[in-house]
């Protein structure tokens, strides 16, 4: 039987990954996977992701040039999550965040309300071109 085949794809045929970061142990990012995406993951040592907006595979980075270097896979129990170990490389090494932070997971529910707690490094704007 193929690795990809061991993997519980949801009905659309995708599978949730978590992005961490190898030295820090940081969750950068969430997102999804089709089958030639973690297919092309590993071949190429670096992620791709499934884009469920724009409904096309996504290599992290091709516009921000935050390119995600894998160095790890692992499957959970279940089968049906899948955690990358990576280190985030760009022109602004550590921003995994199209927010131009360093995770997506920015966000603190203190009092009641979300608060963000972490600094933006770099303006999106100047990271992604119209």
């Not at 820090?24 to 040592?45: C, E, K, P, V």
């Not at 992701?49 to 980075?61: F, I, P, V």
Request: glycine share 8%; hydrophobic share 35%; aromatic share 8%.
């Amino acid at each position: 039987m193929d690795w990809l085949d061991q993997i519980k794809w949801d009905r659309d045929g995708l599978v949730p990954v978590i992005a961490q970061e190898q030295g820090s142990g940081d969750i950068l990012m969430f997102a999804w996977m089709n089958r030639d995406a973690l297919a092309r993951t590993a071949a190429l040592g670096e992620a791709v992701y499934w884009s469920r907006s724009r409904q096309k595979l996504w290599h992290k980075g091709e516009e921000s040039g935050h390119v995600q270097q894998v160095h790890g896979i692992r499957l959970d129990c279940d089968n049906d999550v899948v955690l990358l170990t990576i280190t985030q490389h760009g022109h602004e090494p550590g921003i995994a965040c199209h927010t131009g932070r360093h995770s997506c997971f920015f966000q603190k529910l203190q009092d009641g309300q979300w608060t963000s707690v972490e600094p933006v490094l770099k303006d999106p704007a100047s990271i992604y071109k119209p």
